[in-house]
């Protein structure tokens, strides 16, 4: 076999910083939710933890599925195990992943799912497009945009940051419509938000971005004192 | 009590805990809760205030009694059960346990119990024979609790209603509502609070006390109780953040004032996960960072008055000591705009 088609563990890593904690909205690879990473030949192992053993199991499902698929999508991956740790609910879901059941038939034994997973997942990306619109939309308004200004402007008036290409991606992700012509300011269900109701809009927003931040901020906290790591204060 | 500056603050702890959660009385699942807890109470206790995890697994009537009365400025505390008789066969913290102290030191305590919507009938009459023993006006309900197959459950289920009405009927008047993650519906957000929308909606004569005022999910929370005047919001979990993150604990106070006003929010340590004295004495020291103020506005005496003591004391018909100035409900909130240049 030659040797350029191994595939790397950085390669595995950089697509892990691609799965997000849907709660957080933040890679799990900067949640430093990954204790593991071992690449032998056409498989890897990677092991997962999380900042208390009563984490929600969904959420656990999701980020361990998520990093299954990922790592399985880079090139010369044939075999994914992915293995969580210190979870109430550790044994369901690793014997799930291994047998590549999906959500429902992984936590059979607790109790009939209907469901799938989607309608949860659509309910975070919602989130997360809002709290991401929000956090840019106070930047704009900190360098001097009015809120009547963000009501008119179009996508490609934004100028380029960070924080737009983030608002972008949760943009794209739930389906809307990301064109230089679409309006900037629009609800998760993409209707445009009418001049005489932005700060009204913002101000719940800002709630939902509160949560996030605030939750995100709690997790690491308790993800540090768990497993004895440093933690840095973010601003 | 507590008194500084000249100000005096009557301290009403809206939720503390006598449980048991050693070895002795644990399975597996009540192991992992425990250590959760206690990873709870080591990030974000401050150093000077941290057990050991023995200690905190199983603490002694001296130590209640220590913390929140002798040092603490605690002037009554409000018992909330948890049950978790699935991860602790002995109870955890259950009314039959919290009444041993609650009985002893009845000027000190409130004694809440709970409900289990899930034994149905039967449970309906031992309920109203609990009440009977123990004369509660609140009870505690932690919807993620499991009972056999069941992970988890709704305050909108027929039977959770069903014990609603019961409430009603008994004057049980304040319903604490915890949110945890649950299993079951392992497809929704376990931390949902649309239930607590729908039987506020229906049970206009009772309050609903969300605790830890709906965290993670503050924004729902808040959209619930906007439109109920009967939400109330408990900030158990909330408070610590004062010491770890006064920024954040700053705009989730400025925002629940902003959402619900200074009537609806009570002061909770939490017990034994995280001790009054440095919550009390952080609060009164408290105030928004003056960046923030043009949207939050300040804190005033009165505000922190209402927010430790007195709002808990109008649920529960405390009489509040007559030197302690009682301002009048404002039941209407300031509306700031939100700013053109923000924080």
Redesign the interface.
Known sequence: MPNQAMPTEAAVLDALSGVRDP?LDEPITELKFITELRVAEDSVDIRLRL????????FAYLMAADAREAALSVPGIKRANVVLEDH??SEEINSGLAAGRG?KET?RY??E?????D??RT??RR?AFVSRQEKLC?AL??GGY??AELARMKLGNVPPSEALEKYLSRRAELGLDVSEEAPFLVNPDGERIPEDVV??H???S???R??????S??CR??L???YGIEEKERA | MYEKNGEKYFVVDGHVHFWDGSPQNYNK?GK??I??FY??H???SPEEYLWPEDKFQKYSEEDIMHDLFEIGYVDKAIFQPTYLLDFFPGGFNTTAQDAVIAEKYPDKFILNSSFEPRLGEAGLAEFERKHERYGFKGVKLYTAEWHE???GWKLNDYWSKRYLEKCQELGVKNIHVHK??T?????????DVADVDHVATEFTDLNFIVEHVG?????DF??IAVQEPNVYGGLAVAMP?IY??PR?FA??IG?LLY?LDEDRILFASDYAIWQPKWLVEMFVDFQIPEDMQGEYGTLTPDIKRKILGLNAARLYDIEVPSEIPQPAPVMAGTEP???????
């Open positions: 709660e900042p208390t053993p009563y984490c929600a199991p969904n109430h609910t959500f936590f607790f109790e799912t209907e469901e799938d997973l309608e949860l309910i975070f989130k106070r308004l900190s009015s809120s700060v009204e913002l101000r719940f800002r709630l939902t509160l949560s996030i931040e605030t939750n901020g709690l906290r308790l540090a004192t768990r | 699942y992992m809760f250590d959760c990873g709870y080591s990030a974000l197959d069941s992970k945890g993650p299993i079951r519906p392992l497809n929704r957000d376990a931390f965290l993670p999910r503050l924004e808040c959209w953040f770890s993150r954040y705009q989730i925002e959402w705009e939100y700013p053109e240049t923000p924080v």
